[in-house]
Each structure stands twice: as structure tokens, then as C-alpha cells.
């Protein structure tokens, strides 16, 4: 069976590992669950770093844990660590020599991705030459990832690989990966705190806490469900829509898309025309109301129906789940307003509302 195959129990400190998935052979998935859930713990087991666990691992149907042990140097996995693992003796040049003669030992079949490439898409040209001590902290970041996708693998596993990085830095970077994830058609397991990153370029999410398996699935449709709101922050709660751009209004830096035959206006200068795009739409950015705002003082306006109401114990604030939809598809995304004008706005499931957005309220790190 291809993919990655992942049983782990046993006790490690606090924790009690109750883990089991088979996770994809393909596009980006990310790992996510609160500081000291075992997200790290996982991936040295993975990579055969820690045997303090009863773990059963499968690769593409190979066995590199269970009844036999294939030791760290000869899994066909490559991974990149929080910390700095630069060889300092070393230039950055030496460094990534050294990854590619690290992958001969590597029982993969895949072959090497072009140096070059590499090199310039992580933009570390003028760092070839310098020792890792003559790098600043986001600069070590970059070599390291550029080191990790140089080691021949069928499996890249990514542990929190832009933390150190600047914002537009970031933003290129995860960019990069969705596209080199694409062209080189290597999976890859990605273990981040950052909502964002996760909204940019996850295809699947894996949730887990204190050492176990809670659930997966599709970004879009994790987020959405309120079991899971608690994984992600009650202020950061809301949701992923998908929509296509249809305009780009370059005199006043505008993309508008098009989200279930209704129109948004982003501001940015956001892919091209017939791209498709996924936009965050955070809970306490929504406006609801009964009737139609935008002649009065909002463009953004999203009209649909509201399928479930929560009603928050201990505060002041409700949710509600809205599905807009064509005669051929439907999405969902959430609102959190107050009980009092819940109550006020005699607001009922199967009502229909307008949910208002300010172009201010996208998360425009979660764009690209």
C-alpha cells in the first residue's frame, strides 16, 4: 500500500500514545494540535530517532519499523527539524554536498532534485560560501529546508520550517513548496502552529492531542466542524472558502473572485485571472443581518442560510454555520455574533441572512 502508515503507543512522559493513520501518498498534509501534544515525539519516531515507543511504521509497503528496525540513515525519508542541524565546520555549499551524499545510503527510489533549482528558488545564492555562524537565525532556516529537499526521499517531513522567517519571506516560501510538492510530486508531512500556513498549502490536516489520533480530513471541512473549533482558537474559528479569480482591478489593487456565483473584492494583487484561490474568513469578521447592507456602506456581501446555531456556554457570543450554494455546490462558513443580537434579530435555522465582510477583515496571509 502506498503512503505512510503510522501505528505509536506507549507512555513518554506525560503522554500516552494511542496513534494510528495512513497518511497519503501525495499533495501536503499537515500535522496540528496544541504545544505538547506529541507532534514531535511523532516525527522522531517516524524518522526512527526515538525507539522509546511501540511503533509500527510502513513507507510505500516497505516495513522500516516493526518486527525489524531500518535504522534513521536508510529510511527514504527526509526530514527537517526546529532546530539547527548545519554542519558549522562546513560551508553552506559543503552542507548541501553533504545531503546529496547522504541520500546514496537512502533506500529510495526516487532520484535527486536539481541543486540548482534549489538554490535559487530559496534565493541563498550569495550564501554558498559562508559558514553557517556567518548566517542570521531566518537565513539557517532556508539552508536547512534547502538541505532537506536535497536528500533523495519519498516522504519530506517539515517541522515548523518557516517560524524564523520574515512575513514576505514566509508567504514565498510556502508558496514555493505548494509548487515544488506539485512538480516533483513528493509528499509531504508538514507539523506547524500557524493557522495560516496551514489555510495556504494543506491539502489534509491530521489532528492530534496528548499523544492521540482525534481526526482527519480536508482543511476546508475540519475547520468548519464545531467539534474542532477548540483545535484552532474561538477567536481564530471561521473558515476556508474556495472560489476563482474573475477580475483584476489593477488601478486600485484589487482581485475579485468568484465564490458560489457571488462576487468578493480582495485587496491585493492575488494570482491571475482564472486561478483558483482559497480565502480565510475569520468568525468575528462577519456581519449579519437580515437584510442587504451593501448599497449603505459595505461591497462585500455573501447571502445565504443558516443551517446551525451554537450557542457558546459561560459567554456573552453565539455562532452560526451559513451554507451558500449554487444548484451544483455549496460551501459553509461561520459567523460569531452576540446572544443578544441573535435574540434581537429573531435569527432561526433555515433563515435566509447576508453575511457582510469589510475587504479589511481577509487574512491576507492565508491568500496566495
Do not use: W
Not at 545531503?99 to 545510503?105: G, H, I, M, T, Y
Not at 490536516?205 to 477548540?230: A, D, P, Q, R, Y
Not at 451544483?328 to 447576508?354: C, E, G, P
Request: net charge positive; aromatic share 8%.
Amino acid at each position: 500500500m502506498n503512503g505512510l502508515s503510522v501505528q505509536v503507543n506507549g507512555k513518554l512522559g506525560e503522554l500516552n500514545f494511542n496513534f494510528k493513520h495512513h497518511f497519503k501518498n501525495k499533495g501536503i498534509t499537515t500535522l496540528f494540535g496544541p504545544i505538547g501534544s506529541g507532534k514531535s515525539t511523532l516525527v522522531n519516531t517516524i524518522g526512527g530517532f526515538n525507539q522509546q515507543l511501540k511503533a509500527k511504521i510502513l513507507l510505500n509497503g516497505t516495513e522500516l519499523q516493526g518486527k525489524d528496525f531500518i535504522k534513521p540513515r536508510y529510511r527514504p525519508i527526509a526530514i527537517m527539524f526546529q532546530e539547527n542541524r548545519l554542519i558549522e565546520s562546513l560551508t553552506i555549499m559543503e552542507n548541501l554536498k553533504f545531503a546529496e551524499d547522504k541520500s546514496k545510503n537512502k533506500l529510495c527510489s526516487t532520484g535527486l532534485v536539481n541543486k540548482d533549482y534549489i538554490i535559487e528558488k530559496l534565493n541563498i545564492n550569495d550564501k554558498l560560501f559562508k559558514y553557517p555562524n556567518n548566517l542570521s537565525t531566518g537565513e539557517k532556516q532556508l539552508v536547512s529546508l534547502a538541505r532537506t529537499l536535497l536528500i533523495s526521499s519519498e516522504l519530506i517531513i517539515l517541522d515548523e520550517p518557516t517560524s524564523s522567517l520574515d512575513l514576505r519571506t514566509k508567504t514565498r516560501i510556502l508558496s514555493f513548496l505548494k509548487d515544488f510538492n506539485s512538480q516533483f510530486n513528493l509528499p509531504i508531512l508538514l507539523i506547524s502552529h500557524s493557522l495560516e500556513e496551514i489555510v495556504q498549502i494543506s491539502d489534509e490536516i491530521v489532528l492530534i492531542n496528548k499523544g492521540n489520533f482525534v481526526t482527519s480530513g480536508k482543511v476546508s471541512e475540519i475547520m468548519i466542524e464545531k467539534e474542532f473549533k477548540n483545535f484552532f482558537g474561538k477567536f481564530e474559528s471561521g473558515a476556508i472558502l474556495n472560489g476563482l479569480v474573475i477580475e483584476k482591478e489593477k488601478n486600485f489593487n484589487l482581485t475579485k473572485i468568484e465564490v458560489e456565483n457571488q462576487i468578493l473584492i480582495l485587496p491585493g494583487n492575488f494570482k491571475k485571472k482564472g486561478d483558483k484561490i482559497r480565502v480565510r474568513i475569520r468568525a468575528r469578521d462577519v456581519i449579519v443581518t437580515k437584510i442587504n447592507l451593501k448599497k449603505v456602506f459595505i461591497e462585500n456581501v455573501l447571502k445565504g442560510k443558516i443551517t446551525e446555531i451554537i450557542l457558546e456556554k459561560d459567554t456573552a457570543f453565539a455562532e452560526i454555520l451559513i451554507k451558500i450554494s449554487t444548484d451544483k455546490s455549496f460551501q459553509f462558513f461561520r459567523a460569531r455574533i452576540t446572544k443578544y443580537n441573535l435574540k434581537k434579530m429573531n435569527l432561526k435555522i433555515k433563515d435566509n441572512i447576508y453575511a457582510h465582510l469589510r475587504s479589511v477583515s481577509f487574512d491576507r496571509q492565508a491568500i496566495i
